[in-house]
């Protein structure tokens, strides 16, 4: 059973920063993706990185743009969010996910981290 561990979340100002962390049970390298997702509360669940099991090709949804970055640590099967600049528009549960093949569907969700920015 594949295991994904979000951590990271917690109260941060506006403007300020965080970096969440999905730690793997099981090789990130050798899957097409993984991705971090958001629900912020009454709202669909969105995707809002992306990032390909190699490392390479990181996507960004347009909110989010310029001050998250995703990356990847294949030595220790996590992938990190690192979060800048933050808003409160920003507040939600954050989740990781893996795509084991390219065009399935996202699997194997973690329990969630949540992000809260207030002042």
């Known amino acids: 059973q594949v295991q994904l561990v979000e951590s990271g979340g917690g109260l941060v100002q506006p403007g300020g920063s965080l970096i969440l962390s999905c730690a793997s049970s099981?090789?990130?390298?050798?899957?097409?993706?993984m991705g971090w997702f958001r629900q912020a509360p009454g709202k669909e669940r969105e995707s809002i990185a992306t990032i390909l099991g190699s490392g390479d090709r990181p996507y960004y949804v347009d909110s989010v743009k310029g001050r998250f970055t995703i990356s990847v640590d294949n030595a220790n099967n996590t992938v990190y969010l690192q979060m800048n600049s933050l808003k409160p528009e920003d507040t939600a549960v954050y989740y990781c996910a893996r795509q084991i093949r390219r065009f399935a569907a996202w699997s194997d969700w973690g329990q969630g981290t949540q992000v809260t920015v207030s002042s």
């Open positions: 099981v090789s990130i390298f050798s899957i097409n993706a």
